[in-house]
């Protein structure tokens, strides 16, 4: 069964350094999401592809962090630098279009920032 | 802001017994999905129910949608140790860009 690849697993970094995390949607998923989620809380909305396209990405931090979907198939978050208050579980979800039917979502890469 | 807002919080029970948790949201829907999540682990698709539909069964959940209360609901029948985990509804918004917007979840502990 087609799965939502994402690396890596967990990150410990040091604030101030640059982190990134990758992700490789189900083969045909159009749309891809990247979320946050501190514990103890519901996925929280960071960016939305539509193909390689932005589709939202109002809560994006854009000072510190950054996003690309180049040949819109797999994806990379970046941020630099790296906060204490980034500390968070990074999802990654697809869809074969948006609204259209459920997500997919990647095992996670936990984030720890010391 | 998170649309969905699950109710309890958190919830503990027996095994063998039901289990419902519930999920309002604010605006006009498209559809709503329910999502299991265990510790530390990413989000699983449990069901989705699209606006025109008001309950939906699968195994044994069990999921009803009031569009009219903006409200859903999520049973789990006779409920296992393997159910202990997090259950967060998400809304497809109608209209603009179809963001989908999660909850702050349901803990569910089940206890053996």
């Known amino acids: 069964e087609a799965e939502v690849a994402q690396s890596p697993r967990y990150k410990i970094t040091e604030k101030s350094q640059a982190v990134a995390f990758w992700c490789d949607p189900i083969?045909?998923?159009?749309?891809l999401y990247w979320y946050r989620q501190i514990l103890g809380q519901g996925p929280e909305l960071l960016v939305q592809?539509?193909?390689?396209?932005?589709?939202?990405d109002s809560q994006l931090p854009k000072d510190r962090f950054s996003a690309e979907r180049l040949k819109g198939v797999d994806s990379t978050l970046k941020i630099q630098p790296a906060e204490l208050g980034d500390s968070a579980m990074y999802l990654c979800?697809?869809?074969?279009?948006?609204?259209?039917?459920?997500?997919?979502f990647g095992p996670g890469t936990r984030l720890t920032v010391l | 802001s998170q649309q969905g807002e699950e109710d309890p919080q958190a919830l503990s029970i027996q095994e063998g017994e039901n289990a419902t948790m519930n999920c309002s949201y604010k605006?006009?829907?498209?559809?709503l999905q329910w999502y299991r999540q265990n510790s530390g682990r990413g989000l699983v698709h449990l069901i989705l129910?699209?606006?025109?539909?008001r309950e939906k069964h699968s195994g044994r959940l069990r999921v009803t949608l009031d569009t009219s209360k903006k409200s859903s609901s999520l049973l789990i029948t006779a409920s296992r140790a393997a159910d202990t985990a997090s259950y967060f509804c998400?809304?497809?918004?109608?209209?603009?860009?179809?963001?989908?917007?999660f909850g702050r979840g349901t803990s569910l502990i089940v206890h053996p």
């Open positions: 979800a697809s869809r074969i279009v948006a609204q259209s039917n459920e997500q997919f």
């Open positions: 083969s045909g998923h159009a749309t």
């Open positions: 592809f539509q193909d390689e396209s932005v589709v939202d």
């Open positions: 605006t006009s829907i498209n559809n």
């Open positions: 129910i699209r606006s025109n539909e």
């Open positions: 998400a809304t497809d918004p109608r209209g603009g860009s179809y963001i989908p917007t």
